[in-house]
């Protein structure tokens, strides 16, 4: 059983299509909770409760053997499904994370739709800079794994290096060669690097110091990894 956490911005639907093409109809999408359009008492509050719930049971059918999308994986953290349980997500550079989730709301707003906190984006059309130190969407890594140490995941890729993290991830957990499919790409160029200048970098890598921490931990963990070969 694989339970796979989609940071928003990480390359997640192009993994997305990875997990379809191995999993096939055993797979589940949980997009519904929409974590960071709710306060933080009620997404920490239902993941908790989720949380004993799950405590021990065998939370989903027989037929699910991979969970993806947006949700806290605190949810599934003392789980114990027919099978064995396996965490993975995927992390970017915080501050490159940042600048294309805000270009990305900014194109894809569909009104009704989009939720609570992107609408008010949009109708007060922030600005870079009061998006980057929004309270809601500070330190986005930090909001989801609430509950949920870093070093608990057996698989966390690194997007910058998503082709080659891919195939480690195929080889390690899933062992099995792995299909690559970019989707949901920037049409403008979202693999492209985005400069800021000095003083908005500092703004946001001083508003982002958690998810900037986690980050630095994750390519630690990666390099160790990869010296296991």
């Known amino acids: ?26 797979l589940k999408l949980r997009y519904e909770d929409r974590p960071l359009h709710r306060s933080a008492w009620s997404r920490n509050f239902d993941a908790t409760l989720n949380c004993l719930k799950n405590k021990g049971a065998a939370f989903v059918d027989r037929d699910v053997s991979c969970v993806h999308g947006h949700f806290l994986p605190l949810n599934y953290r003392l789980a114990k499904p027919h099978t064995q349980l396996q965490f993975v997500t995927w992390l970017r550079d915080p501050v490159q994370r940042l600048l294309s ?41 930090s909001i989801f794994l609430w509950g949920f140490p870093l070093g608990r995941f057996d698989f966390i890729g690194i997007t910058e290096h998503f082709a080659s993290e891919l195939e480690d991830f195929g080889r390690r957990v899933l062992d099995a060669p792995v299909v690559q499919e970019e989707r949901n790409r920037n049409p403008d160029g ?23 921490a986690l980050y630095s931990r994750a390519l630690m963990m990666r390099k160790l990894r990869l010296e296991e070969d």
């Not at 990480?10 to 997990?19: D, K, N, R």
């Not at 990305?104 to 130190?133: C, N």
């Not at 979202?190 to 900037?212: C, F, M, N, P, W």
């Open 1 to 26: 059983m694989l339970i796979s956490v989609h940071m928003p911005k990480t390359a997640g639907s192009s993994f997305q299509a990875t997990l379809e093409a191995h999993f096939g109809e055993g």
């Open 190 to 212: 979202d693999d492209q690097e985005y400069k800021v200048d000095g003083s908005l970098l500092r703004l946001i890598e001083t508003a982002h110091a958690k998810d900037i």
């Open 101 to 141: 989730h805000y270009y990305y709301w900014k194109r894809s707003y569909q009104p009704g739709q989009s939720g609570t906190l992107h609408q008010q984006m949009i109708e007060e059309d922030w600005s870079l800079e009061q998006f980057a130190v929004c309270r809601e969407l500070r330190n986005l890594y």
